[in-house]
């Protein structure tokens, strides 16, 4: 199970950014997929999760009506659409994966099984 996050960079604030995070070695369809932050200095914390069909997500308060997360079972992918950027969404990025089990999408760092490497997403004010 390899999952490898890129996409992320220098963006000012207002703006967008797409992150990609792509998936091999595994049944991709088979398991839930999340994306995870984690500024300097802080614990790394949820963002979005989707259901291993691509039918429900869930986003954090902090990024819903400006971050959407999206998966292509087709293509072992699985994105995060980001706008209205602010400096707060500063962080290093992360996707994983844990197995599909049940219909209560899963949000806590513990609950994910298999990790990419992160991507840096830097917002200027």
């Known amino acids: 199970v390899q999952l490898q996050a890129f996409g992320g960079g220098l963006v000012q604030a207002g703006g967008s950014l797409r992150l990609s995070c792509a998936a091999s070695?595994?049944?991709?369809?088979?398991?839930?997929m999340g994306w995870f932050r984690q500024a300097p200095g802080k614990e790394r914390e949820f963002v979005a999760a989707?259901?291993?069909?691509?039918?429900?997500?869930y986003h954090a308060d902090s990024v819903k009506g400006r971050f959407t997360m999206s998966r292509d079972n087709a293509k072992n992918m699985v994105y995060l659409q980001m706008s209205s950027l602010k400096p707060e969404d500063t962080a290093v990025y992360y996707c994983?994966?844990?197995?599909?089990?049940?219909?209560?999408?899963?949000?806590?760092?513990?609950?994910?099984?298999?990790w990419g490497q992160g991507t840096l997403v830097t917002v200027s004010s």
């Open positions: 070695g595994w049944s991709f369809s088979s398991y839930e």
């Open positions: 989707i259901s291993s069909g691509g039918g429900r997500t």
């Open positions: 994983a994966a844990v197995i599909a089990r049940s219909s209560t999408l899963r949000r806590r760092t513990s609950e994910y099984d298999y």
